[in-house]
């Protein structure tokens, strides 16, 4: 107990001089505020779709877990965007994981903790949980980010101080389970020009706002992407499809096991959309005060130049 509190002690003293980054902003022009959104949207997209993946293959391979499978699913498509983005040598390869802890903070703003709509018992963490679970995962991954985010809002001191061992044990059972389930170069050569076990399916959008998206994650071509990359990875003994599609208004995602399919609601996709406008609109001076915010992002998001903000690599 009382190394607990040296060690919180230090840590906070640690990071003390380096939170002290000025907090303003300029406004953003309609362009800039464009690729933001796209990013964001992206970025929420691609976590969304590697933690149905989770489950899909949680199901298909029968990987034994001891924790809920929804906080295995995050942890999963959080190691794999931090591996995906070298985010262990390149601290600005973060900023796709800094937009995905924001909107479970932003829902929690703006639903979990208005409206109480996620019951406790539910097996999904609360939003403001997963914020906290991916902001330790992502930091913990590099040491440079780790002690710029101890002790902000990102990770508090007593969370963060073990996140590197967290991150390490995590990106373990990524390895663990690749390295049972993956293909083997001279049984996909032997397969020749084998169909793909994980295929995709887009239906006709429906509706302005699903459209835009829906035109936004065609031209990106990232889950097509996703799809090749882990196909040709992992060994999957039964196909698994994923299904782009409309659900009358609800921001959903989920995958079937009867079906074995993975279903996207464009719906979902469109609501990051408007968390992100929502976010916008509210200015970015308090993003810009982080110091880890500043360093990844802090040029795109319009945080005063003069103090150096670089999007550095
Ligand atoms: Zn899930």
């Excluded at 406004?27 to 933001?36: R, T, W």
């Excluded at 070298?86 to 994981?97: A, H, K, T």
């Excluded at 459209?211 to 097509?224: G, K, P, T």
């Excluded at 719906?267 to 916008?280: I, P, V």
Aim: one cysteine or more; charged letters at 25%; glycine letters at 6%.
């Amino acid at each position: 107990m009382f190394g607990q509190v040296i060690r919180s002690l230090l840590a906070f003293c640690l990071a003390l001089p380096l939170a002290a980054v000025p907090a303003s902003a300029r406004p953003l022009d309609k362009d800039e505020l464009d690729i933001l959104r796209t990013e964001y949207v992206l970025a929420n997209a691609e976590f969304t779709l590697l933690h149905e993946f989770g489950h899909a293959a949680f199901d298909v391979f029968d990987v034994p877990l001891f924790s809920r499978e929804e906080e295995a699913a995050d942890t999963l498509a959080t190691v794999l965007m931090v591996l995906n983005y070298d985010v262990q040598s390149r601290p600005s390869g973060v900023d796709r994981l800094l937009m995905v802890s924001a909107e479970w903070h932003q829902e929690w703003e703006a639903r979990g903790r208005a409206t109480e709509l996620k019951p406790y018992w539910d097996e999904h963490p609360l939003s403001i949980v997963r914020f906290y679970n991916i902001n330790c995962l992502a930091m913990g991954a590099n040491q440079d980010l780790l002690s710029l985010s101890l002790d902000t809002k990102l990770l508090p001191v007593e969370r963060g101080w073990f996140c590197d061992r967290e991150f390490a044990r995590a990106k373990r059972a990524v390895e663990w389970l690749y390295s049972q389930h993956r293909r083997a170069p001279e049984v996909a050569k032997r397969r020749g020009a084998r169909l793909p076990m994980l295929s995709m399916q887009y239906d006709k959008p429906v509706g302005p706002d699903n459209r835009h998206v829906y035109e936004i994650l065609r031209r990106s071509r990232l889950f097509d992407r996703i799809a090749d990359r882990l196909d040709g990875l992992m060994d999957w003994p039964v196909p698994v499809k994923v299904s782009v599609t409309n659900c009358g208004g609800s921001p959903d995602a989920f995958y079937k096991s009867q079906v074995r399919t993975i279903f996207i609601c464009l719906d979902l996709l469109a609501d990051f959309g408007r968390l992100a406008d929502r976010r916008a609109a509210e200015g970015f001076a308090e993003l810009c005060a982080n110091p880890v915010i500043f360093r990844v992002m802090g040029r795109r998001l319009g945080c005063d130049s003069d103090s150096g903000a670089n999007d550095s690599p």
